[in-house]
């Protein structure tokens, strides 16, 4: 029997602004919604949901996942009850169920305990350059061994028990048992969607931000395999300093165009902007700019005069590993990734 929690949109308010009260189930959202079919009712079910405190449902469900935040409901909500920002709360509230060290959580909702950890892990790194006596070479050599660490690190010890996590709750808990074949038949669907958001060219309006999620997909991730594995900023080869730079001026002009919307609001995705949604934003777009100035002083010979962009720039990185892509908004990307694939994986 479904257990009812009246409670529940106090707790979800905590995730994001919207008004699911406000909704008297008229189905506009749902008719707009281009991801609405027989079978399924978007966003109407989650609304549902959230307002009855279905708790269990919310958290066995893909749903929220799918939804890529056109805008189109809130902008046809006669009641102003703002579903796509429920569907968006949604998204943060089960980042937080799916992570089993808790961490989501609190930084999730308290604003004060995010910049704590953005000052403590400045100041270790502070400290580090500081044992090494500021050694320019050193620290950049130790900086390179952190990438290497921590990829490896957070991908094996926090990542990948969050996505077993979400997988118990919206697979092996759900009523359908998919065959084990199915997840080897459906896995190029994962590595498409999660290199394309191609679902995303479902809504209407997205076009133009679908290209620009996927040039800064690649440029992040061409840019992670030049700097680890290619050694940006120690190598003498130019056909990579070349491509560094180019990966690094896309993550900047992209991220510079998401805090652009964000500061204007131009578009009902930018509306409501949590400190998670800025965390994102801000500390990529100060990667893609540390990266660039780093090597400019570096080609230019003025690296030991500014040593200190390369201490900020690592601050950026270090705080950019352990906080936002483990605990962050970056993960619902990996999220959305997975729940189209299990979805294919229970429908096959």
Not at 100 to 118: E, N
Not at 251 to 260: G, P, S
Request: net charge neutral; with cysteine; hydrophobic share 50%.
């Amino acid at each position: 029997m479904a257990k009812i929690n009246p409670d529940f949109t106090k707790e979800l308010s905590k995730y994001g602004a919207f008004d699911p009260n406000a909704c008297y189930n008229c189905g506009h959202c749902t008719a707009v919604c281009s991801l609405s079919d027989e079978q399924n009712s978007f966003p109407r079910k989650m609304v549902r949901f959230s307002v009855l405190g279905l708790e269990n449902e919310i958290q066995e469900s893909l749903d929220p996942w799918l939804c890529y935040y056109c805008g189109e409901c809130t902008a046809t909500c006669p009641r102003e009850a703002d579903p796509g920002e429920l569907m968006m709360s949604l998204r943060r509230y089960l980042t937080v169920k799916y992570d089993w060290t808790g961490l989501s959580g609190l930084l999730y909702r308290y604003i004060g305990v995010t910049l704590s950890a953005f000052i403590l892990l400045a100041l270790i790194v502070v400290g580090v350059g500081a044992s090494l006596n500021f050694d320019l070479h050193k620290i950049m050599q130790y900086g390179h061994l952190f990438e290497m660490f921590a990829i490896g690190t957070v991908f094996l010890l926090i990542l990948c028990p969050n996505v077993l996590h979400m997988w118990w709750l919206t697979v092996y808990k759900s009523d359908a048992k998919p065959k084990i074949k199915n997840y080897f038949k459906s896995f190029s669907d994962l590595i498409v969607h999660m290199f394309t958001q191609k679902r995303a060219l479902s809504c209407d309006d997205n076009k133009f931000r679908w290209l620009e999620h996927l040039i800064l997909v690649f440029s992040y991730l061409l840019l992670l395999f030049t700097t680890v594995f290619l050694n940006w900023f120690e190598t003498n080869n130019v056909l990579i300093i070349f491509i560094g730079y180019i990966e690094s001026i896309f993550i900047f002009l992209i991220t510079f165009d998401f805090v652009r919307r964000r500061v204007k609001k131009d578009a009902e995705i930018s509306t409501h902007s949590q400190p998670s949604d800025w965390f994102f934003v801000i500390w990529l777009l100060l990667m893609g700019l540390t990266a660039i100035l780093v090597r400019l002083a570096i080609d230019f010979h003025f690296i030991d005069t500014f040593s200190w962009l390369y201490y900020l720039h690592l601050i950026v990185l270090v705080q950019w590993a352990l906080i936002i892509v483990p605990f962050g908004k970056w993960t619902h990307f990996l999220y959305r990734s997975f729940a189209i694939y299990f979805q294919k994986v229970i429908n096959t």
